[in-house]
């Protein structure tokens, strides 16, 4: 919830900066203030979320304190009451969790500070010229020049990494970083990197560590925030959830399931709601999602602004995603997400040994079929400024032939696929309300990350922790053919081995086999025509090659974007 933007006097006055101004108000305009800092050192506009509070506080000497995002901090109460409690020194960051910006200072001196994860986005512009949570408000003051590699690497993955954007001017500030504003400028200090924990224990020992760290975490989110909207779906994250608020005594809980009538996830939703007795909304987002072929030019506009240029899943959609977003943050409830409980298992499906980056590339990242990458594709430069920022989430240097440890392993998913595939859809929840994704917690990471390989491969750990939790709601049945009473069985195990133990290099085969396969997806009448030859990207793309839909759709949306960015 909420957000900010900060430009310095140079931008503010520019013309680009009006019409950054006038972006950040089309996507925040929601009771915003101006901070009171100096004209020196430019201006800073804080605004509350869509459907929730502004977190701002100042004192008489003019000294500020506020929160963007949705943090939270066990024995503070109340959210809303932690900025006044940040400024009478009662609170500090380091109590701080969840996903936010804090900013503090005064008339000549202002404080940004990122969550420790970076779960809430924060672009900083042409060095330090601009810093926002809004990347198209920031894209907008500061302009730049097309990069090519993060926008090959959202086609393919959905995501930009490494700290890039498209363009070559705006930048993530990194996780945790700090950004001390003066009239010197800004000046950015990084923080230290999650690193593996210490752990000897029994796999009960691991259970039960696991378990008293969820509880920490929602005890100190649970706090902070009052009624609740969680999904629940087959399998073992969100399960995990609603264990976890059951075993807090929480009851102001609204539960959604997303999907077909006949799939796993509506009918074990449906079984354990009957089971328990609470209600349960269920939306077939499949049926809605057809773009209207009259109206699609507004959608996608209003698409653009709400979800700030580049959701994952692009912007091609007929607002059923928008809708749903902001109906899971109406009325101030709190919208959970179960993204990051994967690092309770083994998600990348790997053996227990080491690996080298390429493998890890070959194996997870390969989601590219090279026909479809234009003449100019240089796979090895690709490959090798993808390793490169690999590395770097998990504070290592080297090439694509670095040798990871288990451990490294363990970590890059909650610091990298996490940190800007997840978080990307967290940030942008924040947008419309209160939005929390629980497991991206560092007490957590440095744990999982730390827990031998045989206590999380098959999900026997996570099944193992929610049985601990909730034996109640473990005992009903999952997709993966068992409940989490029991455990993954011997023919879960067999399933799960064909992708366990299939080689690396098999699997970088997998996904351009199955694009060739594919049919040609077809876009409502006039759409592809009107998008492509906005702003045509044929010199780094064959569109007529391409026929993955999810690809497709992020083609047309960097075409929208950059188009609007004016990014060439």
């Known amino acids: 919830m909420g957000a900010f933007l900060w430009m310095n006097a140079d931008i503010s006055w520019a013309a680009s900066g009006k019409q950054a101004r006038d972006i950040f108000a089309r996507q925040m305009g929601k009771n915003p203030i101006s901070a009171p800092i100096s004209p020196i050192l430019g201006e800073l506009t804080i605004t509350g979320g869509e459907d929730a509070p502004l977190l701002f506080s100042q004192n008489d000497a003019g000294e500020f304190a506020a929160l963007t995002g949705t943090p939270y901090a066990e024995k503070f ?29 005064g008339a000549l001196n202002v404080t940004i500070q990122a969550d420790k994860l970076g779960q809430q986005h924060i672009y900083v512009g042409a060095g330090g010229k601009v810093i926002s949570t809004s990347f198209l408000a920031t894209a907008t003051a500061v302009g730049g020049i097309l990069n090519v590699q993060a926008l090959r690497e959202y086609i393919f993955n959905g995501a930009t990494y490494g700290g890039d954007t498209l363009s070559d001017q705006v930048k993530l500030l990194p996780a945790g970083a700090s950004v001390k504003i003066s009239q010197n400028g800004a000046m950015v200090t990084d923080a230290s990197i999650v690193q593996a924990s210490s752990f000897s224990g029994s796999f009960n020992d691991a259970v039960e560590a696991t378990a008293s760290i969820l509880r920490e975490i929602f005890a100190g989110m649970l706090s902070s925030y009052g009624a609740i909207d969680t999904a629940l779906s087959a399998g073992f994250d969100t399960r995990l959830m609603l264990a976890l608020l059951v075993d807090a005594g929480v009851s102001d809980y609204a539960i959604h399931v997303y999907g077909a009538a006949n799939s796993a996830d509506v009918m074990v939703a449906k079984t354990i709601a009957a089971g328990e007795g ?3 909304v269920h939306k077939d987002k499949t049926r809605m999602d057809a773009l209207d072929s009259d109206g699609w030019q507004d959608q996608i506009a209003a698409n653009y602004i709400a979800f700030d240029g580049l959701p994952p899943d692009g912007i091609i959609d007929s607002g059923t995603d928008l809708a749903s977003r902001r109906d899971r943050a109406a009325g101030g409830r709190l919208a959970l997400n179960g993204g990051g409980g994967e690092i309770m298992r083994n998600f990348f499906y790997l053996p227990n040994r080491r690996y080298r980056v390429s493998e890890l590339l070959d194996g997870f990242y390969r989601r590219y079929a090279p026909s479809i990458c234009g003449a100019d594709f240089d796979e090895k430069t690709y490959r090798a400024n993808f390793a490169e920022k690999i590395l770097k989430a998990v504070g290592l240097q080297g090439d694509v032939n670095y040798l990871l440890t288990r451990s490294d392993i363990e970590r890059i998913y909650p610091l990298f696929r996490g940190r800007f595939w997840m978080d990307a859809n967290t940030s942008r929840n924040m947008r419309f309300g209160r939005a929390i994704t629980p497991f991206a917690n560092p007490d957590l990471i440095a ?14 750990l996570q099944a193992a922790v929610i049985n601990h939790i909730s034996p109640q709601l473990a005992a009903y049945m999952s997709d993966y053919g068992f409940n989490f009473q029991q455990g993954p069985d011997w023919k879960y195990k067999a399933k799960s081995a064909l992708s366990l133990y299939r080689p690396t290099w098999l699997r970088r085969l997998s996904y351009p086999l199955q694009h060739g396969r594919m049919p040609i997806a077809e876009a409502p009448e006039g759409m592809e025509e009107t998008l492509w030859e906005e702003n045509n990207l044929s010199e780094y793309f064959d569109r007529q090659a391409m026929r993955d839909p999810a690809q497709i759709k992020r083609l047309m949306t960097t075409n929208y974007v950059t188009s609007q960015l004016g990014l060439k």
Not at 92 to 105: C, D, E, I, K, V
Not at 447 to 460: A, M
């Open 447 to 460: 744990l999982t990350s730390s827990l031998p390989y045989k206590y999380k491969n098959y999900g026997r």
């Open 278 to 280: 609470f209600p349960l």
């Open 77 to 105: 109460g109340s959210a809303e009451h932690l900025p006044r409690q940040l400024l009478s020194g009662k609170c500090n960051y380091t109590s701080l969790m969840g996903g936010f910006a804090l900013l503090s200072g």
